[in-house]
């Protein structure tokens, strides 16, 4: 990593430098290595793809589409993670009970529930925001978790006159 005092400043002709090359190599590697644009489309099909996707309309419904599924899965995420994370962190017994679940099922990458989604909710927008809730759910209850476990208990209860 370049910690001199210009590392802050960036020059844009490095920027188009590195995104040409990068653009040209993808290129390269579509058409006269994989050859198979069901595995990589090229540059310039993605490129091609992408304007007849807007000019038909398309592109703004499935943009919606995409944000709908996110709101989904990130907002059951939230609703499930920020207070479930706070009971484990404020009581122990809590902790103790959950914490082997949660052990066990963090670690499946979410891509592997996408057949009990498609099983359980069949092909919707529900399935496809609950693959986003399962990736997001873990992260948010454990920094919920951590980020409570670390407040002294103290402070908490100073703040109890303070709510209503």
Not at 62 to 85: E, K, N, Q, R
Not at 106 to 123: S, Y
């Amino acid at each position: 990593m370049n910690t001199n005092k210009s590392a802050g400043k960036r020059s844009p002709v490095y920027l188009a430098i590195s995104v040409t090359a990068t653009i040209l190599f993808w290129q390269v590697l579509s058409d006269y290595i994989v050859q198979n644009k069901f595995i990589l489309p090229s540059f310039t099909d993605t490129v091609t793809a992408f304007i007849s996707l807007y000019t038909a309309g398309t592109l703004g419904v499935d943009i919606l589409t995409s944000l709908m599924h996110f709101a989904i899965g990130l907002g059951l995420s939230l609703l499930i993670g920020v207070p479930l994370g706070i009971c484990i962190g404020w009581f122990e017994r809590v902790n103790q009970l959950l914490d082997p679940l949660i052990e066990i099922i963090r670690p499946i990458p979410p891509l592997a529930w996408i057949p009990f989604a498609i099983v359980w909710f069949g092909l919707t927008d529900f399935s496809a925001g609950f693959v986003i809730f399962i990736g997001s759910v873990f992260p948010i209850l454990i920094n919920t978790y951590e980020g409570f476990k670390s407040v002294p208990r103290v402070f908490v209860e100073s703040g109890y006159p303070f709510s209503l």
